[in-house]
């Protein structure tokens, strides 16, 4: 006896997926249409979003990343049928501990490198205040905890179940790159650099959620950097030379070309060494 399939499974990935983007555009806007009321914003002020309040930008992020966590859950188990477990939220210690490696490792390349080369400086803050670590902690996990289940659990998941890794791995990275690499202040021209910077970040985390079969590895390097972002940020930790900020991002840690070249290298020794061990193994 033959078994319906599920709703979503009836259409093409793509389908499914531009269902899913629409609805949260529409969140997106109506989410940002009900916070202009309550906190009494002009128009003019949507247009400079970098300089809206701190305490605006958090609610809006907030419920945001509520919703995509709600829309996707529904899109998932009920659009898509699929079950929880087939997302890869499967903990175990090796997991995890390649991950905090692979995002250690590379912002130490990047940043001994930019160090060494004099495009970077260090600049010690006066104090380390508890409170804003223990919030770049709590962003850390929250925002890679629900960016993998997204953008490589069910984005990149959906898009397996009829689309070659390959063409999987490039599409979801390109998605999260376009999400994320809008700079105010930028020249188009030079929001090219970050772009790439986060493709080449969205391709290196698909290809070991997929290898892995897990998000564990994901959401522990994606952490690490947002805490090391962060506070980067919060504690204006780094002086950029002027002369190579495309090379260190324009100023936003792990966006330069040279985190690029570090994530592809990365990427590199990943496929090279899995390979050894499958032509190993037969």
Do not use: C
């Amino acid at each position: 006896m033959s078994t319906r399939p599920a709703h979503g499974k009836r259409y093409p990935s793509w389908g499914s997926l531009l269902l899913l983007l629409l609805v949260i555009v529409v969140f997106m806007l109506l989410w940002g249409l009900l916070l202009k009321g309550i906190f009494r914003l002009e128009w003019a002020a949507l247009s400079q979003l970098d300089a809206l309040p701190q305490h605006v930008k958090d609610t809006y992020s907030i419920g945001l990343y509520l919703a995509l966590l709600f829309s996707t859950a529904y899109f998932w188990l009920v659009w898509e049928g699929r079950r929880p477990n087939e997302l890869g939220l499967r903990f175990s210690r090796k997991a995890l501990g390649e991950g905090l490696l692979l995002g250690g490792g590379g912002i130490a390349v990047v940043y001994a490198l930019e160090l060494e080369l004099g495009w970077t400086h260090f600049r010690p803050p006066g104090q380390w205040p508890l409170s804003m670590v223990a919030s770049a902690l709590l962003a850390g996990a929250g925002f890679a905890l629900v960016e993998e289940v997204v953008f490589r659990g069910v984005l990149l998941q959906t898009l397996l179940r009829d689309r070659k890794p390959a063409t999987a791995f490039a599409v979801s990275a390109a998605v999260f790159a376009s999400v994320h690499f809008i700079r105010p202040g930028l020249r188009p021209i030079e929001s090219i650099v970050p772009f790439l910077g986060l493709f080449m970040t969205g391709l290196l985390l698909a290809y070991t959620a997929h290898r892995r079969k897990s998000l564990v590895p994901g959401i522990a390097m994606h952490g690490l950097w947002v805490v090391f972002i962060t506070l980067s940020s919060r504690l204006n930790l780094w002086d950029y030379a002027a002369n190579r900020l495309a090379w260190t991002g324009y100023g936003h840690p792990i966006s330069g070309l040279l985190a690029s070249l570090v994530m592809l290298l990365l990427l590199v020794g990943l496929v090279w060494r899995d390979r050894g061990r499958q032509a190993a193994a037969q």
